[in-house]
């Protein structure tokens, strides 16, 4: 392990691959901690020490995925969630606009446009989000735990003033972006993907540090055990798939034979990856959000419905709320699955090159043994996905931790997903140069 690791240093390309992916990592991190404009630094810091336990509560999954930034309000606020909010709105897209899906198929050109119309929607939902950020935090609303100085994170409220915030956190999502892209070129993995790696995994101390302070050190040396357990079973997982065997028939072209060998298709346990979380969870913040803006003033009663959805749809260790959040998670799973992967599609490209599962007739019952491998392989799937994301929330409920519980949920999925790839195209680049792996 330590001569693969040797290896990778001394191969100039890759040393200089991983060490330029490094320093746009710092200075992503370096920008999470710079304040925007008229953000006052200390009220921010002393908010978030009276609300550390918890809570973000309708922000945990963008503050997640910012790296802590969003609740200090810095140029990084944001983070990359409006970037990956606009990749699955036009993924999704793909399947409403005829002219989104002729784009993908085109080729290298096609989806460059579509790349350029994700950079556009990410701008604009960087300024929506900016806008919205700057409006709870003005209004005293972005902690749960409000004191004082939590009613005073903004130093001055003119319009200019505003106008510079927005202005300065959805350039930060724009360089963010960037920085991404530059990885992507010039460094080592994708440089998105990295970047959200970074902005978890840089809440994992201080998170597992909250146990040990609460719960003791025998809590804290059993939660990483478990915790050890919860990776090793993801890394299984994330790799098992079902191997569909598909031969190519022989055709003679002049002199010369083509054709003739055997092959797969890989379907995944969890082809859906972690959307289905993301979106179950963007959907349950929706009726807690408008509860929110809906709240009486001092003295009045609540109406029923703000009280109902304040008392089962806000709080993770409700079993109502834990129990939605499950079955959202397993339908998304098969809606993204089947807009992601369509089997009609990929049968007739295998009839085109003429390819056929053994067994199965080409056209029209291969894409119907296909559609039924996928379902049945979905089902696991999409259960391992609703367990893993209900971690947390069990952790919420029993251990004490926040709802950023490091093992568990979105974190762990993104964690060992992004991961498992970075160490195989180091693998793959070092076997390209030394003809050995990281890994023997």
């Given at each position: 392990m330590f001569n693969a690791i040797g290896r990778i240093f001394r191969t100039p390309d890759l040393r200089r691959k991983i060490g330029f992916t490094l320093g746009i990592v710092a200075l992503f991190r370096l920008g999470s901690f710079i304040p925007a404009p008229f953000v006052d630094f200390g009220n921010v810091q002393a908010c978030l020490a009276a609300n550390q336990n918890g809570a973000a509560g309708l922000y945990d999954l963008v503050n997640l995925f910012s790296g802590g930034a969003l609740l200090q309000l810095s140029i990084f606020a944001l983070g990359i969630m409006p970037y990956i909010t606009a990749s699955i709105i036009v993924q999704l897209l793909r399947v409403v606009i005829p002219h989104f899906e002729t784009l993908y198929k085109e080729g290298q050109a096609g989806q460059g446009r579509l790349t350029q119309y994700t950079r556009y929607l990410t701008i604009a939902l960087g300024v929506l989000q900016s806008t919205t950020l700057i409006t709870v935090a003005r209004s005293g609303a972005l902690f749960p735990q409000g004191a004082t100085e939590c009613t005073q994170l903004i130093t001055n409220d003119a319009w200019y003033a505003i106008l510079l915030m927005v202005i300065t956190m959805t350039a930060g999502t724009g360089l963010i972006m960037w920085m991404g892209?530059?990885?992507?070129?010039?460094?080592?993995?994708?440089?998105?993907?990295?970047?959200?790696?970074?902005?978890?995994?840089?809440?994992?101390?201080?998170?597992?540090?909250?146990?040990?302070q609460?719960?003791?050190?025998?809590?804290?040396?059993?939660?990483?055990?478990?915790?050890?357990?919860?990776?090793?079973?993801?890394?299984?997982?994330?790799?098992?798939?079902?191997?569909?065997?598909?031969?190519?028939?022989?055709?003679?072209?002049?002199?010369?034979?083509?054709?003739?060998?055997?092959?797969?298709?890989?379907?995944?346990?969890?082809?859906?990856?972690?959307?289905p979380v993301i979106f179950a969870s963007s959907l349950l913040y929706l009726p807690a959000l408008i509860a929110q803006f809906n709240q009486p003033a001092a003295g009045e009663t609540p109406q029923a419905w703000v009280t109902w959805i304040t008392n089962y749809l806000t709080q993770g260790d409700q079993p109502f709320y834990m129990l939605l959040y499950f079955l959202l998670i397993v339908g998304f799973t098969y809606f993204y699955v089947a807009i992601t992967f369509n089997p009609d599609e990929v049968s007739e490209n295998m009839k085109k090159y003429g390819g056929f599962i053994p067994g199965i007739r080409a056209g029209r019952p291969t894409a119907e043994y296909l559609d039924y491998v996928l379902t049945r392989i979905t089902l696991p799937g999409s259960l391992y996905l609703g367990v893993v994301a209900l971690i947390p929330l069990i952790a919420l409920a029993f251990v004490g931790a926040n709802a950023n519980f490091p093992f568990g949920g979105a974190s762990i999925l993104i964690i060992v997903g992004v991961g498992l790839e970075t160490v195989k195209q180091i693998d793959a680049q070092l076997q390209q140069r030394h003809y050995e792996g990281l890994l023997r």
């Open positions: 892209e530059l990885i992507t070129e010039r460094g080592i993995g994708n440089g998105m993907s990295l970047l959200i790696f970074t902005s978890i995994a840089a809440t994992f101390p201080g998170s597992l540090w909250s146990i040990a609460q719960r003791g050190f025998e809590i804290f040396a059993l939660v990483l055990a478990i915790g050890l357990l919860i990776v090793v079973a993801v890394v299984f997982v994330e790799q098992s798939q079902r191997r569909i065997p598909v031969q190519y028939a022989k055709r003679m072209v002049g002199r010369r034979t083509y054709g003739g060998n055997n092959t797969y298709i890989p379907i995944k346990v969890n082809m859906a990856g972690v959307v």
